[in-house]
């Protein structure tokens, strides 16, 4: 795949959710903001309750995206195989920019709930939303070296704590290439941090923060910042339905041209 941007897209197959409709309306968003005529689109699937793989391929297929590989894992390792993926990207300059999202919300059972479209968890609704929405100036400030990652929300405060809150980022690929290797670990937590784990820190200083999609600077989370903010955007969302639906699918529209 020859494309500028590389999209890893990391998906827990759960079968108790309504895991095809959660999907399909997840890169459709994505889909909608034009990105794919740029981008190519890497799917790492965990599927611990064996789910049929056919059936899988076959949702990914019905899509319709030109640039797609598709891999399966039974394992359950929380995020590696998507974080490795990503970085084994980087690594080989396959593209010079990188994003990673994760179909947040199919893990989990009736936690903010959104049934009305999709079945989609409204957390991931926001979180797909901000990771895309303005993805043409987001690459052309990599372009500009404005900064190296990008995340929705970011903490930038500790240098052993500067996390990409719920794991929707960007990142160049000379940036992935100074990043350690992802390891196998029991602590989920670990693949949040990992992007900002490099094996020595960039010069100038500011060029190890994480820049955020959501207040478009280096604005600083903390976990209850990020949390209040995503519960905000939450209710914005939920309680100005039809309105916010398609505000959301209007600014995506706006963006992409």
Same mark, same amino acid.
């Given at each position: 795949?020859?494309?500028?941007? =590389?999209?890893?897209?990391?998906?827990?197959?759960?079968?108790?959710?309504?895991?095809?409709?959660?999907? @399909?309306? /997840?890169?459709?968003?994505?889909?909608?903001?034009?990105?794919?005529?740029?981008?190519?689109l890497?799917?790492?699937?965990?599927?611990?309750?064996?789910?049929?793989e056919?059936?899988?391929? /076959?949702?990914?297929?019905?899509?319709?995206? @030109?640039?797609?590989e598709?891999?399966?894992?039974t394992?359950n390792? &929380?995020?590696?195989? =998507?974080?490795?993926?990503?970085?084994?990207? =980087?690594i080989?300059?396959?593209?010079?920019?990188?994003?990673?999202?994760?179909?947040k919300?199919?893990?989990y059972?009736?936690?903010?709930?959104?049934?009305?479209?999709?079945?989609?968890?409204i957390?991931?609704?926001?979180?797909?939303?901000?990771?895309?929405?303005?993805?043409?100036?987001?690459?052309?400030?990599?372009? /500009?070296?404005?900064? &190296?990652?990008a995340?929705?929300?970011?903490?930038?405060?500790?240098?052993?704590?500067?996390?990409?809150?719920?794991?929707?980022?960007?990142?160049?690929?000379?940036?992935?290439?100074?990043?350690?290797?992802?390891?196998?670990?029991?602590?989920?937590?670990?693949?949040?941090?990992?992007?900002? /784990?490099?094996?020595?820190?960039?010069?100038?200083?500011?060029?190890?923060k994480?820049?955020?999609?959501?207040?478009?600077?280096?604005?600083?989370?903390?976990?209850d910042?990020?949390?209040?903010?995503l519960?905000?955007?939450?209710?914005?969302?939920?309680?100005?339905?039809? &309105?916010?639906?398609?505000?959301?699918?209007?600014?995506?529209?706006?963006?992409?041209?």
């Open positions: 795949m020859s494309k500028k941007i =590389g999209i890893v897209y990391f998906a827990y197959i759960n079968p108790e959710k309504n895991w095809k409709k959660l999907i @399909s309306g /997840q890169i459709k968003d994505v889909k909608s903001s034009g990105i794919f005529e740029e981008a190519a890497y799917v790492v699937v965990s599927n611990p309750f064996s789910v049929n056919e059936e899988i391929k /076959q949702l990914f297929n019905s899509l319709k995206i @030109s640039d797609i598709i891999e399966f894992h394992e390792k &929380f995020e590696y195989y =998507g974080i490795h993926k990503l970085w084994e990207l =980087g080989n300059s396959a593209h010079r920019y990188l994003t990673y999202f994760h179909t919300g199919m893990s059972k009736g936690k903010y709930p959104f049934g009305l479209f999709n079945d989609r968890c957390r991931e609704i926001v979180l797909t939303h901000y990771l895309f929405k303005d993805y043409k100036k987001t690459v052309e400030l990599l372009d /500009q070296e404005k900064f &190296f990652r995340g929705v929300l970011c903490n930038n405060e500790e240098p052993s704590f500067m996390f990409t809150w719920f794991n929707f980022f960007w990142a160049s690929s000379e940036y992935v290439k100074k990043l350690v290797e992802p390891e196998v670990t029991t602590n989920r937590f670990y693949y949040e941090s990992w992007n900002s /784990q490099l094996k020595t820190p960039l010069e100038p200083e500011k060029n190890n994480c820049y955020s999609l959501y207040f478009r600077d280096y604005t600083s989370c903390t976990p910042d990020s949390s209040n903010i519960a905000r955007l939450r209710k914005i969302y939920k309680y100005t339905l039809p &309105f916010s639906y398609f505000w959301f699918k209007l600014t995506l529209a706006v963006h992409s041209k």
